[in-house]
Every structure is written in C-alpha cells, then in structure tokens.
C-alpha cells in the first residue's frame, strides 16, 4: 500500500512538472512571436530600403505582411495553447467552472430544502 501512495504522489509531480514545461515553451514561443511587432517590422524594412534591398511600396507590402502573419501566429498558438490546457486539464480530473457552478447550485437547493425541513418540525 506504501507503494501506492508513492506512485501517486510520483504521478501528480510528474503531471506538474509536464504543465511547467508545457507552460515554458508556451511562454518561450509567445515571447518569439510578440517580438515581431509593427514597430519592429518598420525598422527591418526601413533598414532594407537604405540598403536598396526594397523600395517603399515593397516595404510597405512586406510590414502588412510580417504583421498579418505575427497576428495569424498569435492567433495559432493561443489555440493550441487552449487545446493543450484543456487536454492537461482533463488528464488530471480537475473540476471545471462549469462543473462547480452545477454543485454550488445543488448545495443551495439542499441548503434551502434543509431550512424548509427544520422549520416544519
């Protein structure tokens, strides 16, 4: 039986250690794909069209460009970010909002059942 609670307890440090890591990468990515914002993109570009890589309608196309794919990325990642949480979540029986909601309900009603009850005796 000893072994058993040791297994469990491994098993729930294992589980946490999995949604750190998870978390870290998450936060690693998130930092990579913010730090391509609007500003940023400016000056890569106007640094490009010094240099007579781009002229300024090429600039102009390549900053909408880098931006809609910085927003599609950011996009992306909040809903594997989401899909991974919830799969964490669900591995590890943690209750949800939802469910809590239906229990505190519950408890109410008897609450109140409870008071009818002891005020008829």
């Known amino acids: 039986m000893v072994t058993s609670k040791k297994t469990t307890k491994a098993k729930n440090t294992d589980k946490k250690t999995d949604i750190y890591n998870l978390a870290r990468k998450v936060g690693l990515f998130g930092i990579g794909v913010a730090a391509i914002t609007k500003d940023k993109a400016d000056v890569l570009v106007k640094d490009l069209i010094k240099k007579g890589d ?5 600039g102009k196309k390549l900053v909408a460009e880098i931006v ?3 927003k599609k990325s950011t996009k992306d990642l909040e809903t594997t970010v989401n899909k991974q949480v919830q799969d964490l979540l669900n591995k590890t029986d943690v209750a949800t909002k939802k469910e809590i909601k239906v229990l505190e309900a519950k408890i109410k009603k008897l609450e109140a059942d ?6 008829k005796k």
């Open 54 to 58: 781009l002229n300024k309608d090429e």
């Open 68 to 70: 809609e794919k910085s």
């Open 114 to 119: 409870m008071k009818k009850q002891s005020k």
